[in-house]
Structures are given as C-alpha cells and as structure tokens.
C-alpha cells in the first residue's frame, strides 16, 4: 500500500481496516505474550539450567532493560524511516532474539537473547499504536484503539494459560519458541495489508548518545542491585551503583544541552505529567514485583503446577479485559484524581491478602480473593492513568508522552524486580526452598503494597479533583490513544517529532 504523511483516512469496518488492526495486535501480542508467562515459567528454567535467583532475576530484566532504554528510540526511528518498516524490523528482530531463547543452552545466552527480544520490543512496541494512530481516520480511531487493546487483552488472558501449559507439557523453551509462528503470520500481512507512514516533520539527528547512557545506567544499577546479596560490597558491586548514578546524572545534563534530546526537560514542566509519572512508577514498580515473585510462591510455595499458576492470575487479566473501557470513560467523566487514588489503593489490599498464600493454600478462600481485589484496582487505575499522561500536553508531545510513561513503567518494573529480593533477604537459592522464599514473600508484599500507597497519596495530592476542560480533551491522540490497554502493557508509545 502507500505511503502516507497526514492523518490517515481508513475505517474500522473496511477490509483494510480489519488488516491494519490485525497486523498490529498479532505485532505487540508477540511482546504481551512473553511478558505475561516468563514469570511462570522462571521456577522451571532455573532448575532445567541450574541457575540461582540472580540469573532468574537477570531472564526477567534483560528484556526490559534494553526496552526500556530503547523505545523512545524505536518510536523516533519509526516517525523518520517509516512506522510499517521499523514495526516489521522490530517483529522479525523479535521472533530471531526468540529463536535465541528457545534453544540457549545455558542462563548466559538466555539472558543475552533476552536483552535483544528487547530491542525488538522497543522497534515494534512503539509501532503497533502509531501505525493505528496515522492509518485511521480521526473518527474512527477510538474505536480502532479499543479494538486493539481488547483483542490485546484477550491475548493477555490466554497468555499465562498457554504458557502454564507449554511449561508443565512441552517444555519452557516453546515459551519463547510460540513467537515464530505468530511473526511468520504479521509479517506477509503487515507488508501487504499496512499503508507507510512518517511524521513529515521528523528531523534533526537520534539521540543514540541519550538512549545508551540511560540504557547502560539503568544496567550499572540493576547489577548492584542483583549482585549485592551473593557478593556484597565488593569493589565491582559498588562501582556499578557509583557507576550507574553517575551515568543517569550524565544522562539528565546531556537532555539539558542537546537540541533534539530524546527526552526534553521541558515536557517536565507540566506538572500533571511529571505527578502522573511517579504515580506510573510507583505502580509500575509495586506490580513488576508483584507479579515476579507471586507466580514463584505458588509454584514453589503453594504447590501449584505452571499451569496452576498462570491459571491462578488470570482473573486479573480478564478483570481489566471487561471493565477498562468502562474506567476509561469514569476517569473522563469524574478526573484523574479518584481514580488514581482508590486504584492503587485497592491493588495495595490485594497484594496484602496475598499474605495468606502458603503451603497448601485454597485457591477460593485465599488466592481468589487477592487477585480480585488486585484486578479490580488496575482496571481502577490503567486506563486513567494512560489518558491522564497523554491529555497533559500539547496534542504533538502526545506520542513522545506516551513513551515516556512506558519507559518509566519498564524502568519501574525492571528495578523492582532487582531490588525486591535484596530488600526482603533473599538468598541465591531461595526459590528452591519452600520455607526460606514464603519467609521473605511475606516480607516483599509489605514493600509492594506500600509502594502503591504512596502512589495513592501522590495521586491525591498533585492531580486535579474535577474533569478535564472540554477544549482540552479535543485532540484525538491525547483523548484516544490510552482508552484501554492491556496489563503491563499501559501506554505503548509512539511518538510525533
């Protein structure tokens, strides 16, 4: 098909529409997908390679390191070179790194397999969104978006189902190996069914320079992090946190001189942005913890079965499927503040009930109810949170805000899921001990629920109490684009230069 600089004129009920929609949900389901089942499949990867609890930890943040790092990039490179080019890039990037993982035979080339599945995910995440963004027409955008997000959702539901199973029967490898399939169906269709796009106006040169020193800071520190209980305070462990630190400081002083920086200081200016972003943090942290260590504690702790175990999480998933839209609309109405005070404070009871997951655990009397109330508070919080952000600037930042809160979510979970184990003292080896892993679950659900209390409390304190003006709310990116979405999945970024 061809190319296209401007607003897009497809409809969501034309042939070409149902492509558009369909080349894009097969896209990020790619990435949705592994973020949703590797948790459960970690107890199993780490005693098929006889790893530790580092190299466990190190399979999860080797992929959102380098996504997170990388996908303001990504989204840059597809404003300029073409948004369909750089999202099949990304998809056929992605199923090789997946290749990667499905055959590695030991955690080294796991984890650096790992870290580029999240290149590929930085190319093709920002991708999906845009390529809706700049293929439909106005009116229809909306409705292509929650289309998406819905049919991204369901693949979220099944997603820990499948993978539970693919664990328990074929092995942890078909885990990774699943996205070839689906990467040999969206590319053929995204090269034949997909208009190009850029945005007219992309110029001025990639802040390569911005997004390593970011990547290799966030690396530094993770690697402190990680390391510190196996080697303590060693030289190497310290430099990297000095290192790290040192690195982010560089980082924020680059953004400040360059003239096209990858993340310009002044979208910080609006003080509902920079709020709502540490609010996305706190979230973001106390849920990537969430999630890492409850489907270890089920499996390890609780008894159950991979499948067990992603069965187990999925009303979350199916909570967020059904009533997202619906919150969406509720935070347009009312504001941001209600909803993202009481979201995270009910995700916060959720995770606390989690307390009552142990040896020989009921799934009705004591997981059930946990993940309900934990489901119900991100169906609270995600849609207006993502809308929240991206109505906080000027209609052409929107993109660029999008992808902002989606590295700060990435980066949010990536630290977490680093920092948790050291903070509630665990061991190398304590995922293979029942006793010694529930001894510190209980310690780390404390830390993760109280992360979201002061999510709520920031939320109540820096965001509006009433609706958005009218006149505010009329540009289609920042009223569309974050109507839904999937878990873990709040705000798939793209950006307008």
Not at 162 to 173: A, E, K, Q
Not at 182 to 204: F, I, M
Not at 251 to 262: C, N, S, T
Request: with cysteine.
């Amino acid at each position: 098909m061809g190319e296209t600089t401007s607003d897009g004129d497809i409809r969501v009920a034309s042939a070409p529409g149902r492509w558009v929609v369909l080349t894009t949900v097969l896209g990020s389901s790619m990435a949705l997908l592994d973020s949703t089942v590797i948790n459960v499949a970690l107890p199993r990867i780490g005693e098929d390679l006889g790893t530790d609890l580092a190299a466990l930890q190190w399979t999860v943040n080797a992929y959102m390191l380098t996504l997170a790092g990388l996908i303001l990039l990504g989204g840059a490179l597809g404003d300029r070179f073409g948004r369909r080019r750089v999202f099949v890039v990304g998809v056929v990037w992605f199923a090789g790194a997946s290749l990667l993982c499905g055959i590695a035979p030991d955690a080294g080339v796991l984890v650096a397999a790992r870290a580029l599945q999240g290149v590929g995910g930085a190319l093709l995440t920002p991708g999906s969104l845009a390529i809706i963004q700049a293929s439909f027409h106005p009116d229809d955008r909306a409705r292509a978006v929650g289309l998406w997000s819905g049919l991204g959702g369901v693949g979220a539901a099944v997603g820990p189902f499948v993978g539970g199973w693919l664990v328990d029967g074929p092995g942890w490898r078909w885990v990774f190996l699943l996205n070839l399939p689906l990467a040999a169906v969206c590319v053929p269709v995204a090269l034949r069914h997909v208009p190009e796009s850029r945005e007219p106006g992309a110029h001025g040169r990639f802040d390569v320079l911005g997004a390593a020193l970011a990547a290799l800071s966030l690396a530094l520190v993770t690697y402190a992090l990680i390391e510190v209980p196996e080697k303590g305070a060693s030289p190497l462990v310290v430099g990297a946190a000095l290192g790290g630190v040192l690195l982010g400081a560089v980082f924020v002083r680059l953004e400040r001189r360059r003239a096209d920086p990858m993340v310009p200081p002044s979208i910080f200016a609006s003080r509902q942005f920079t709020a709502v972003n540490i609010v996305t943090f706190c979230v973001y942290a106390a849920l990537g913890g969430f999630f890492f260590l409850s489907a270890i504690q089920l499996q390890v702790v609780a008894g159950y079965s991979a499948l067990g175990a992603g069965t187990a999480l999925l009303p979350t998933t199916v909570l967020m499927l059904l009533f997202s839209a619906s919150a969406g609309d509720l935070g347009r109405r009312i504001g941001p503040r209600i909803p993202l005070t009481a979201g995270p404070l009910l995700a916060a009871a959720g995770m606390l009930l989690m307390l009552r997951v142990g040896p020989g655990a009921s799934y009705v009397r004591d997981v059930l109810p946990a993940v309900v109330v934990l489901g119900l508070g991100m169906v609270t919080l995600v849609a207006p949170l993502t809308a929240t952000v991206l109505a906080a600037v000027d209609t052409g930042r929107a993109g660029l805000a999008s992808g902002i809160n989606n590295a700060a979510a990435r980066a949010a979970g990536l630290l977490a899921v680093a920092a948790l184990p050291l903070l509630a003292g665990m061991g190398p080896e304590a995922y293979k001990d029942a006793g010694e892993f529930a001894s510190t679950f209980r310690r780390a659900m404390p830390m993760c629920a109280g992360l979201l209390v002061a999510g709520a409390v920031i939320a109540w304190w820096t965001l509006r109490a009433g609706p958005r003006p009218a006149r505010d709310a009329r540009p289609a990116c920042a009223t569309h684009c974050g109507v839904t979405a999937p878990p873990l999945e709040p705000n798939p970024g793209h950006r307008h230069t």
